[in-house]
């Protein structure tokens, strides 16, 4: 069974602590995705990785980075969590232009 | 990046079918169509996708215009639990101008309301 599995299910930081969300899956895909998801504003791209160490912007990048050094591993960084990254954070990955798939999310809250 | 339009929200009734319309004028001649939808408090999850021949399978049929700039998803037979919101996306199958090859990026969508 092909599996994307996101290190926290719930995830409670404070504000100015740097925070790593994991992102682990099992399918050699190439690309990962990591999406964050608030009311009413959808599913927002953060950042895309298209091979190991390669990176691209996705619509809303300030405030984070992201790590990609081994195929099967994608991590978000919140370099100093403020409170409005308090968020549903999503992890994805795909190959080529086929089916992609998606962890079980992270809920962070920054306080 | 090619855009998708859909309907904001949908109804329908319990077992009878729906048709979710989506329109994609810019799209290139090697972006996939991709159908995702998300349940209430879970994760998007793959629906289907085409290329330029109609799909179909276990969960529903992809009905793709001929000129592809539109398409349409086709739940059979509605239920209960095809309640949910459905994003239509475009991805990229080749490197150009910036735009990565495989990117996934989605939009509002079209909220589906299922009625018993």
């Known amino acids: 069974d092909v599996k994307v599995t996101q290190s926290s299910r719930y995830l409670v930081k404070r504000t100015g602590e740097k925070v790593f969300l994991e992102c682990v899956q099992d399918?050699?895909?190439?690309?990962m995705f990591w999406y964050r998801q608030d009311p009413g504003l959808g599913l927002r791209l953060i950042y895309f990785?298209?091979?190991?160490?390669?990176?691209e912007k996705g619509d809303i990048p300030e405030g984070y980075s992201v790590s990609r050094e081994k195929k099967e591993r994608f991590s978000l960084i919140l370099e100093s969590a403020s409170t409005n990254q308090t968020s549903m954070y999503l992890c994805a990955s795909s190959q080529d232009g086929r089916q992609a798939f998606f962890g079980q999310g992270t809920r962070l809250t920054v306080v | 990046d090619a855009k998708t339009t859909q309907p904001n929200s949908m109804e329908s009734n319990e077992e009878e079918p729906v048709h979710l319309p989506c329109n994609h004028s810019?799209?290139?001649?090697?972006?996939?169509i991709h159908w995702y939808r998300q349940l209430p408090s879970q994760g998007p999850e793959y629906v289907i996708h085409g290329l330029t021949s109609n799909v179909n399978n276990r969960m529903a049929s992809l009905a793709i215009a001929e000129d592809r700039k539109s398409s349409t998803l086709i739940l059979h037979r509605a239920t209960l639990r095809d309640a949910a919101v459905y994003y239509c996306?475009?991805?990229?199958?080749?490197?150009?101008?910036?735009?990565?090859?495989?990117?996934?990026?989605f939009g509002q969508g079209t909220i589906l309301t299922v009625h018993p």
């Open positions: 990785s298209y091979d190991v160490k390669m990176k």
């Open positions: 399918m050699d895909h190439e690309n």
């Open positions: 996306i475009l991805i990229p199958t080749l490197n150009a101008g910036g735009t990565s090859y495989g990117k996934l990026t």
């Open positions: 810019t799209i290139s001649g090697t972006d996939y």
